[in-house]
């Protein structure tokens, strides 16, 4: 079957670090999505990886390795407006997405 | 404005009723999709179409379920005989072949 992993909730402080992992496994594969989701608001684009590598994008940066089915989102200089839930979804071989559950990120002071 | 709009933002209705939503993509976008999204899940994907071609709907779809998209531009989706269980945000997203799907602001229902 196709799914997607992510960690539920993750907590970081304002300014630092925090990694979001994600796994998948579908049938075929087209690139691996990054959404942001804030509290009752729609889904908004954050990155896009179909190679391996890292793709770096202000302070979010993704990774991806397709032969470990892996992917990570990186949020760097964490800001309180990062607050939010951190969407993985696995494009499969007939172009649809498969999301996880999300993560919720909370940002404390 | 010229991203993805979906009407109305918000929907109380009766259990039993039938209710209708609109979504028009981005204009230039072929692919359209329609998903339900409820607290702390990811979007559940309902169905798909390529320009006004419905091309897959999810096997959790009851019957009570149908989406239309005539002439590939805007659509909709209509729930008869509404339940409790439909109290959801439902969200629409177009895309360009694999390009990243740009989603509109949702249409939250609540059946009482």
């Known amino acids: 079957g196709q799914n997607i992993d992510q960690p539920t909730e993750m907590t970081a402080t304002e300014g630092a670090i925090v990694q979001i992992n994600c796994t998948y496994q579908?049938?075929?594969?087209?690139?691996l999505f990054w959404y942001q989701q804030h509290a009752g608001e729609a889904p908004t684009f954050l990155s896009y990886n179909v190679l391996d590598g890292l793709e770096e994008k202000g302070r979010f940066s993704s990774f991806l390795s397709r032969s470990k089915g892996y992917s990570y989102l990186l949020l760097k200089e964490l800001q309180m407006k990062d607050s939010a839930s951190y969407l993985c979804?696995?494009?499969?071989?007939?172009?649809?997405?498969?999301w996880g559950a999300g993560t919720k990120l909370i940002i404390k002071p | 404005d010229t991203g993805v709009s979906q009407n109305p933002r918000h929907k109380i209705t009766k259990r039993g009723q039938n209710v209708t939503f609109r979504c028009d993509p981005i204009?230039?976008?072929?692919?359209l999709y329609w998903y339900r999204q409820t607290l702390g899940q990811g979007p559940e994907f309902l169905t798909y179409?390529?320009?006004?071609?419905?091309?897959?709907k999810s096997r959790l779809l009851s019957d009570r379920f149908s989406a239309e998209r005539p002439k590939g531009s805007f659509s909709t989706l209509e729930i008869q005989r509404t339940e409790q269980g439909d109290s959801a945000m439902y969200l629409c997203?177009?895309?360009?072949?694999?390009?990243?799907?740009?989603f509109g602001q949702g249409t939250r229902l609540t059946v009482v």
């Open positions: 579908t049938s075929g594969f087209n690139g």
């Open positions: 204009s230039e976008h072929n692919r």
């Open positions: 979804a696995a494009m499969d071989s007939n172009y649809q997405l498969i």
């Open positions: 179409f390529q320009n006004e071609a419905q091309l897959e």
């Open positions: 997203a177009s895309t360009l072949g694999q390009a990243e799907a740009f």
